[in-house]
């Protein structure tokens, strides 16, 4: 074996969890109703946008969870984007079984989805697709309705929340802009 080859080596889980926890993710708070009138809700940081044209984004839902069923019959989800003073409802949407909605003043949107607009940026969407993935279920929601937050972001990195500051008001690139 020359010395630009390498072994494949197979990773085990806890190696890949471990790797994987020293990667910074944008934190959100995913909410959506089942046909009963429930509201259900879960903490991801498996996020991303996926297409501008139709703006689409991608969330990923463990198949153990216990709001799995309603996620995976529902047909729209909002999706919000944590921000620091935030930081507390985000464990507990982390944590299965707690009374997560209580306490909070969630709203229902024309669309009947609880959301918090408080909370930070939030995407209202349609289910469009869903793909298996893994021990996950990948749902790739249309976005339908945006708002936009204002405060300190939450990301999630080595196990743990962080807040990230917003660079000062000039600093901020302007969309379409060239620098």
């Excluded at 940081?45 to 216990?66: I, N, T």
């Excluded at 306490?103 to 918090?116: I, K, Q, S």
């Amino acid at each position: 074996m020359s010395a630009t080859q390498h072994e494949a080596k197979s990773t085990g889980c806890a190696e890949f969890r471990d790797v994987m926890a020293s990667f910074p993710a944008g934190v959100t708070v995913n909410t959506t109703v089942d046909s009963d009138g429930q509201w259900w809700g879960f903490t991801a940081s498996a996020f991303c946008s996926l297409s501008a044209d139709p703006p689409l984004v991608l969330v990923c839902l463990a198949k153990s969870a216990e709001c799995y069923p309603a996620f995976m019959s529902s047909d729209s989800i909002a999706i919000h984007f944590v921000q620091k003073q935030f930081e507390g409802l985000a464990r507990t949407f982390a944590t299965r079984g707690a009374d997560k909605f209580t306490g909070h003043p969630f709203e229902l949107t024309p669309r009947g989805l609880p959301v918090l607009r408080e909370l930070g940026s939030v995407l209202e969407c349609s289910v469009f697709a869903r793909y298996d993935g893994g021990d996950h279920t990948i749902i790739v929601g249309r976005v339908e309705d945006a708002l936009l937050g204002s405060s300190d972001p939450v990301v999630f990195y080595k196990r743990d929340f962080h807040s990230l500051p917003l660079p000062p008001e000039g600093d901020v690139p302007v969309s379409g802009s060239s620098s």
